[in-house]
């Protein structure tokens, strides 16, 4: 099994969409759209995703919830996303699972590194998000062209004769 944990706010702070929202004074949005494009990866790839949001931004006690099937993480006050994703990393560790985790942050990648999980850049999974769009958007694209237009099953000839008499066509 995969795990990804994802550095929420270094990844808003580094794709380009993300940190327009995020510029434009809409951080919540910019986690909400995040979140969606992470839901979009995880039922793509099957990879369990983990999205870790310092509390420096949102005060409190940690509160863990699930959304679109992805764990978030917003860490208790005081405490960093980088030493959560560490401990994280650390514990979810094992020989059956594999654990990625997406920062841009250099000292955390290494130190991640360092514990035996695997590092991605922001723009490496921007990359890879990017791919995992464009293949559910051709496999919409090819069920929609896959299914008919009639509910009623006709062969080639007959739905041609019906198409030809939709145009007004002899």
Do not use: C
């Not at 699930?66 to 006050?77: A, G, M, P």
């Not at 062209?145 to 002899?170: C, H, M, Y």
Request: aromatic content about 8%.
């Amino acid at each position: 099994m995969n795990i990804l944990i994802v550095d929420g706010y270094n990844i808003i702070g580094a794709w380009p969409e993300l940190r327009r929202l995020k510029d434009e004074g809409d951080l919540a949005a910019a986690r909400d759209l995040l979140i969606e494009k992470m839901a979009d990866y995880k039922g793509f790839t099957g990879d369990h995703v983990v999205i870790v949001f310092d509390a420096h931004l949102v005060q409190g006690n940690e509160k863990k919830y699930k959304h679109y099937d992805v764990d978030v993480i917003f860490t208790k006050e005081h405490e960093t996303a980088d030493e959560r994703i560490e401990r994280l990393a650390k514990t979810l560790m094992n020989a059956r699972t594999k654990v990625y985790v997406a920062t841009s942050d250099y000292t955390e990648q290494w130190t991640v590194f360092g514990q035996g999980a695997l590092r991605k850049s922001a723009r490496e999974l921007l990359d890879e998000v990017e791919a995992v769009e464009r293949d559910i958007s051709q496999k919409v694209k090819a069920m929609r062209q896959r299914t008919p237009i009639s509910k009623v099953p006709l062969n080639d000839k007959i739905a041609e004769i019906f198409e030809k008499w939709r145009r007004g066509e002899k």
